[in-house]
């Protein structure tokens, strides 16, 4: 059974400042690690992927993958009020299936 | 952009009561899953399709609960026998052949009463 941890939080920055969300896994065969931001009564929006070790970079986010630790982070630069939301960790299964954590609030304080 | 739907968008039912959610995935994917979430807590799996037929199942996707696709465009979620404790939101999502990367429709808010 794959398991997903994040910090739940809540996590507050001011406005600007870096926000810095981390997830750790269970399962060391897992290839592939996502992102979704879901806004309060709506659904898992994806926001990154990524599947190799390293940092990978979409405009203000960067995800960190450390394999050998089982751990993957997401940092948001120049955060915004707009970004408050919850964000979530997920990992794909052999079926495709995705185990999500149980999420991080983050509130951007303007 | 192409998005995945969902009908309706709340339904309301009676305990014992059979539901159907209905889902249109994005036109190329060929994967396609149903979520849940309770207020308050996880994304949950509840079952994969793929090739017309389910691919896996989640503990939570007991008999009570079928998937089907009758057509080549709709996706259907079917709870014969509704709980209360089958209230929840509904999450469709689906993939492409290439990735991993899911995409969720805005899901059906489901109330047993």
């Known amino acids: 059974q794959k398991e997903v941890e994040q910090n739940s939080g809540p996590l507050s920055v001011p406005e600007g400042a870096i926000a810095s969300l981390n997830c750790t896994y269970s399962d060391r065969v897992s290839q592939s690690f996502f992102w979704y931001r879901q806004y309060s009564g709506k659904s898992p929006e994806l926001i990154m992927s990524i599947y190799s070790n390293g940092d990978k970079e979409d405009g203000r986010f960067t995800a960190q993958l450390n394999k050998a630790s089982q751990y993957v982070s997401l940092l948001i630069r120049d955060s915004q009020p707009s970004d408050s939301a919850t964000y979530l960790c997920a990992v794909p299964g052999s079926a495709r299936q995705l185990t999500f954590g149980s999420g991080t609030q983050l509130t951007v304080l303007p | 952009e192409p998005e995945v739907t969902q009908t309706p968008s709340h339904q309301v039912t009676q305990m014992g009561q059979e539901v159907i959610l209905r889902c249109v995935p994005i036109?190329?994917?060929?994967?396609f899953y149903w979520y849940r979430q309770i207020l308050g807590q996880k994304v949950e799996f509840l079952v994969s399709f793929y090739n017309n037929e389910i691919s896996e199942k989640s503990e939570i996707f007991d008999d009570q609960f079928s998937v089907e696709r009758p057509d080549g465009s709709n996706f259907t979620l079917k709870i014969r026998s509704t709980k209360l404790e089958d209230s929840a939101m509904y999450f469709c999502?689906?993939?492409?052949?290439?990735?991993?990367?899911?995409?969720f429709g805005p899901g059906t808010r489901l109330t047993v009463t």
């Open positions: 999502a689906s993939s492409e052949g290439t990735s991993y990367e899911q995409y």
């Open positions: 036109s190329n994917h060929l994967y």
